[in-house]
């Protein structure tokens, strides 16, 4: 278990705000690479074997002489001129903003990106169970395959949302990748199962990588606990 000695604390943070560091910026990456890596296998192996590949693409032809576009023939299975139409990975902000920057570049798979943003906890500490869409997104994900990137799963209001949300559209497929999950926290009732994980936590409050308290803490490039004054003070 790494210690606050570990990481460096900013000028803006005093060390006594934090209760313990869970990770530190190598321990990050370094699973960050690794759900890379996981996720770049899953689509590649799923698309392969044509299970939930999504849309395919086909190219047309022009005639020459009278500038008509015409479909081209039907390619056979094997055919390089199909092109399997890349992963739409939407982020959430504005907590998975790091996670999610870290985890497409280490993607092998084509991907789009696509950014949503919902609130359900304001400046508190508990969500409220009520979803607000503030930004949703622009691409068309019917018969598309989606990837959720999100940066803590909790009660799980708020991911259930975008997920009916998204399914509604027509896609795919919808999976989720999610950096923590507080499994102790995750309603059950709510059937969320996410296919890609980074760690799961107890229920504490943490902050850094993008996750935050009223605002304050995202710079951190490490994951700490907050510590409880600072939020019931």
Not at 21 to 32: A, F, G, K, N
Not at 52 to 58: V, Y
Not at 83 to 90: E, G, S, T
Request: with cysteine.
């Amino acid at each position: 278990m790494p210690t606050k000695d570990d990481v460096i604390f900013p000028s803006c943070v005093n060390r006594d705000e934090i209760d313990e560091v869970l990770y530190t910026p190598d321990m990050i990456q370094s699973r960050v690479r690794d759900l890379g890596v996981e996720i770049s296998n899953f689509y590649d192996d799923d698309w392969r074997e044509g299970e939930g590949g999504g849309r395919i693409e086909t190219p047309t032809s022009t005639s020459a002489s009278t500038n008509i576009i015409l479909p081209s023939p039907p390619p056979s299975s094997s055919s390089s001129s199909r092109r399997r139409l890349p992963l739409i990975v939407v982020c959430t902000l504005r907590g998975a903003v790091p996670f999610f920057a870290d985890l497409v570049r280490c993607l092998t798979v084509e991907a789009e990106w696509e950014f949503v943003a919902l609130s359900s906890y304001g400046d508190g500490t508990d969500s409220s169970g009520c979803v607000e869409t503030l930004l949703d997104i622009r691409i068309d994900v019917s018969d598309r395959d989606v990837l959720i990137v999100e940066d803590i799963l909790d009660t799980g209001h708020t991911l259930r949302y975008l997920i009916d949300a998204l399914r509604a559209r027509g896609p795919n497929s919808v999976r989720t990748a999610v950096l923590l999950h507080k499994t102790e926290r995750t309603i059950g009732s709510l059937g969320l199962v996410p296919e890609f994980v980074g760690y799961v936590i107890p229920n504490a409050f943490v902050v850094g990588y993008g996750l935050d308290y009223a605002q304050r803490y995202r710079c951190l490039p490490w994951i700490g606990v907050l510590a409880p004054w600072v939020y019931n003070g």
